[in-house]
Structure formats: C-alpha cells, structure tokens
C-alpha cells in the first residue's frame, strides 16, 4: 500500500478518471438494468457519462494513483437535494436508455437529504485493485474532510457488499427503493 497515493485529480485525469469508474462500475447492478448490456459499446458509454459529470460538476475528486496509473476514484459533491419530475418518465419508451436513465436519476434524486451535506459518488477501484486496501484509503480521506466541516453526508448504492463497506466508515442506510427490480440503500453518515 505503500506506493499507492492519494491525491486530487487534475483537469489531466478526467478522461483516465472516466474510464477507471466506467471500468470499476460495468457490472452493477444498475447498470446492467439500465444499459442492458456490459460490452465494451456500453463501458465506452458509461465512460462518457462519468467523463461528463467530471467536466461539468467535478466538486472534489480525489485519484488514487499506483506509480503513474490511476487505479481509483472518488467524488464528493457538496449539494442540497434536488427537485425531480415525476411526469418526466411516465409516457415514455421502456426500451430506451435515455428512459430508463431518467427513472433511475429521478429515483434517486427523491431520496437525496433537502440539507447540505457531502454527496459520495461515483467512488469505484479497478476490479485488479479491489479487496487491496484502496477503497478504504479514499473512504479514509472522504471522511477526514467531511469530518473537517462536521457535515453530513450521502450516497446511493446498489450492491450489498457496498453497504456493508459503507458502514464500516459510519454510514446507515436510511432508506431503500427498487428500481427496475434492483434494490437501492440510501446511506446517510453524520459527523460528530
């Protein structure tokens, strides 16, 4: 662990960023539901997607670097809730992914806390990585700064291995919800 090291991401490291999650995410659950695929068309995708939200809303990231290469990922994303539409997904195609992305948003959108707090996400470690500490190492730092303005903090999930991750840095769920059959857990964390 020792020649790993954390630090912020650069406007550089967008697009490295970008796929590390695409890769680290491709196989959640809720993307497999809503992209109904995992090959290398969808990564690419999702890859645009991460590439955009670093671009337009980065907040603060944190790159967890081995020698020169990005192997993990963190945001966090200060926010107070959000209004979602409901009559945006009513009538619309069920086989499209622009459809099912825009349920899956506004779904957790309903469930983000209406005072300020951290938002986490996306946080993702490439699969080679994952289970070696890295997770823990940014987790580590996402905490030492929210615990610095003694805020609250948030984030949805939709693996059950995350849950139990999440709690061991103090986060609770405080709420769940389906989506197109995938169980969602909304964690809050409260600093003290």
């Known amino acids: ?9 650069e406007k550089s490291d967008i697009e490295e960023s970008a796929r590390v999650l ?4 491709l196989d959640n659950p809720i993307h497999l539901v809503v992209f109904q695929n995992s090959d290398e068309r ?15 809303r980065p907040g603060i990231v944190f790159i967890a670097k081995e020698k020169q290469n990005i192997i993990g990922v963190m945001r966090m994303f200060s926010c107070s809730g959000k209004d979602t539409a409901d009559d945006e997904t009513k009538s619309q195609d069920e086989n499209s992914i622009d459809w099912r992305r825009k349920v899956w948003m506004n779904e957790w959108g309903r469930h983000d806390p209406k005072d300020q707090h951290w938002h986490l996400g996306p946080i993702g470690v490439l699969p080679s990585h994952q289970g070696s500490g890295v997770g823990s190492m940014l987790m580590n730092r996402f ?4 615990d610095a303005c003694r805020a609250s ?4 999930t939709d693996k059950n291995i ?4 999440y709690e061991k840095f ?3 769920t405080i709420a ?17």
């Open 1 to 9: 662990m020792s020649n790993i090291a954390i630090s912020f991401m």
């Open 22 to 25: 695409s890769i680290a995410m």
């Open 42 to 56: 969808i990564r690419i995708q999702i890859e645009n997607d991460f590439t955009n939200l670093l671009k337009d």
């Open 143 to 146: 905490c030492l700064e929210v």
């Open 153 to 156: 903090a948030f984030l949805e």
């Open 162 to 165: 995350n849950v139990v991750f």
């Open 170 to 172: 103090g986060f609770k």
């Open 176 to 192: 769940e919800s389906m989506i197109f059959g995938v169980k969602s857990p909304y964690m809050q964390r409260v600093s003290t």
